[in-house]
């Protein structure tokens, strides 16, 4: 297919003009075939870029530079039309002032290269709560991965027809190569952090990445407009775009609800989206494991999961921590920065068992002993990057739920929110209503470890909705769009049918640092209690904070003693106080006069009933 054969005008236009600025050797609209990820592949390797993997049929591991190797935070930007409007979290840059800048560096950016043209759906191809991107792209690794992550190809051309919405995502790894140059096997990015740009323009629906070619900084669907771009398209059209992971939890009757989760990095997402239950006859089935897109039907929250796979942390996933995950990525996957084993299979720390053979190379490519443990090293670097990434098809995941590509959704019964915290936060909590469920939301945050720029070690670092990094608007304004969806359910007598909200905390620590609440699988115990919550179960108290589990709602798993199971699911007075003054203070204070009047009253009405 070539430019001219696209029926979409404002589609073939915008082509064109990339093509004209960017210049590549050639231009391939991408048509999603095996044919076509195959051939990808094989032009990856050939580049010594890819490297195939003995123990893994169909399966690769690449090694990015190591300027390039996570989300550049400080090099994202929300460029809407004033700074008030990206708000408080986001960085911004004037709209007008970034897209020359780009501009000046998109022009010529893919000489000698291939300009890849990737229309892709976030969402099964056709349904109404799905969107359209198309990503231009010069990097044939993120074609592979966006074949992997999202529906691709001619099918959702056919969706867009000839005026359909769409949104447009320009990359550029920023490597433009000189007639006779290659790659030369050396991962091609900007080196240079403060050249890279995640741009996204609110104001008119438009992603512009620039220097990076790793992750959500390039596979454009993610990050970008899944969440940021997706999070203003929500505001403006009355839906919610959401860092929740998806699941289906069925009980011992065969009854089936659907949950929501939201929870802050280094928290056990995507292990809790694909838990395997320890309480007998319940079930845990995925439908997502990072990004919800939901709108409202008939009063009822209805939720599709917009990815088609996984990009999942890779040191600490192993058959213990998540069984499901190592079974998803046993073949036809992309590694990202892992280790290389002796006899051609990947590696990382906490994979479960030491490195096999005399030598593993790391992720930087050199050659080290192998380790005798699989134990995170306490001096030097690891073998893979901490950030080292699988890219694995969802439908490869044992637990992965029949209806998760059902274009009509799934509907949502609960939103659990979490964090990691070490004190004062209790196992499981349920808001005593919609408004006090989004200031559940809005506080949610975990614990720092090490003393890190401007928090002192033990402080809080608040991820409001775990949305901080993805929010593509001021975050005041989206406590408000979550309030106004609520009133709006309730005004329209819908009340009751709203998801039931929940806060979570699996990480309690008792006096000697260790952990009250052994996690994991054992997390089933706090699902099961919320599942019968939402059947209108009366299994919990009321307190100042919420609907607290009743002594024996929750049974204690194994090694942990009722005590300890008692001081799991109190109200500490005395750690709430000071909590209220840190989120009225340093949290809040933050959002000015754009953070909701709502949230200040249920802060206050929390704090007089704790008096
Ligand atoms: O490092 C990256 O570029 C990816 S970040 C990521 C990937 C998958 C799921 N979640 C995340 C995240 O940062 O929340
Ligand atoms: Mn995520």
Redesign the pocket.
Known sequence: MKIDDLKHAKLKEWVQWAADLMTPNEVVICDGSKEEYDSSIKALVDAGLGIPLKKRPNSYLFRSDPSD???AESRTFIAAKNKDEAGPTNNWIDPVELKKTMTDLYRGCMKGRIMYVIPFSMGPVGSDIAKIGVEITDSAYVVVNMHIMTRVGKKVLDVLGTDGFFVPCIHSIAKPLQPGESDGGKWPCEPDVNKKYISHFPDTYEIWSYGSG????ALLG??CLALRIASVLARDEGWLAE?MLILKLTNPDGKVKYMAGALP?ACGKTNLAMLVPTLPGWKVEVIG??IAWMKFKNGQLYAINPEAGF???APGTSEQSNYNAMQSIKENCIFSNCGLTDDGDIWWEQIGYPAPGKTVIDWKGNERPSPQTDKVPKEGEPIAHV?A?FTAPAKQCPCIASEWEDPAGVPISAFLFGGRRASTIPLINQSKSWIHGVFMGSITGSEITAAALDLKAGSVRRDPFAMV??CGYNMGDYFAHWIKLGKKAEAEGNGDKLPKIFFCNWFRKDADGHFMWPGFGENSRVLSWMFDRCDGKDNAVETAIGFLPKPDAITAPEGVKPEVMAELIKVDTAGWKEEISSIRDEHYAKFGDRLPKELYDELDKIEKALA
Request: aromatic letters at 16%; a positive charge; zero cysteines.
């Open positions: 190797v996570a989300r790793y992750g959500g900084n993610k990050k860092h990095s494991d990072d990009f999942g942390v950030n990434r990094p993805f």
